[in-house]
């Protein structure tokens, strides 16, 4: 089984995305294809209106995996906060196996954190609530044998200031040192708060099963050994207690040699922020990773030069499973647990 992670940077449609469609199709389709995904998370898909719809549809989405194995795969969606596809980056995952649930979580583990704005202009002393702009998208799959994979789809936030009133003068320019400040300090309270979430989730699932079979993946925003890697992974020598060792996740790139180990690349520095971990009982039929980084360009420039790139200045990263049974290998072995 191969469980696969890409953030495609807002897919959209030309009007919207600044080039066309079949464009970006012609590039990402070979991409994905690579991935030969039996399970695939993406972030950053937009929906569109479609007339006679209410709700707005994927159509995007479903025009590039035309022609593609994934076309046909199950589906499942997030966006924000259980309100329909929203227009930017919803979360999917598309599964060639069933998908037997799947539910959307946002605020139902760690209400958003409060914050009364320092450098606002003009200062209300309003204190607001700091919430997060997409969900968890937790799925449930069925594997053969009876048994269920737990798959959670994740895309945090970036580390990019958010807004602060008053303080800044373009989209990228602030009128103060003070206002950035704050903005970039909003961002990281959103990231660290969300991954809290995200270990409570893994909480859950173990508190019912302590060995469920759990994949956490996506754009993390972060590299390994942050606070927010950390907060996820709930090392043992972090929880400082043996006994909690299964209650930890593995960071599967780490088998990534250290040239390779990279996903995105921005003024020439190359970063891991997408990411694959395991629970300890998934870890055991873990085989291979691999991060598709041959083609990726340089995205401080790309911005810089106002390009639209047809492809993504994230690299998809795919790792690869063994979950056969005993009678799939015609042998007498049991599966591992």
Known sequence: MRIATFNLESLDLESKAGVALETRAAVLRPALERL????????EVNA??????????????DRLLEGTPYQ???RATASAGGRGLADVHNLVTLSRLPIVDHREVLHDLVAPPLHTSITEEPHSGERREVRFERPLLLTE??????????????HLRAPIASP???QKSAPFA???AGGWAEGFFLSTLKREAQVLELRLLVEELLNNDVAKLIAVAGDFNAEDYSSTLRLAVAAEEDLGASQLAMRTLVVLDRAISADRRWS??????QQMLDHILASRSLYGHFRHIEVH???????????GKGLHSAASYHAPVVAEFEMLTASDRNESLPLFA
Do not use: F
């Open 293 to 303: 980084n041959e083609g990726l360009g340089d995205e401080a420039i790309g911005y």
């Open 174 to 176: 602030w009128r103060s």
């Open 48 to 61: 569109q209106h479609l007339a006679g719809h209410k709700e707005r549809q994927l159509i995007a989405l």
């Open 141 to 154: 799959i069925a594997l053969p044998g009876g048994r269920t994979l737990c798959v959670i789809n994740v």
């Open 264 to 269: 995105v690349l921005h003024h020439g520095r």
């Open 72 to 74: 046909s795969y199950a």
């Open 36 to 43: 030969s995904a039996d399970v695939l998370c993406l972030q």
């Open 164 to 166: 602060v009133a008053g």
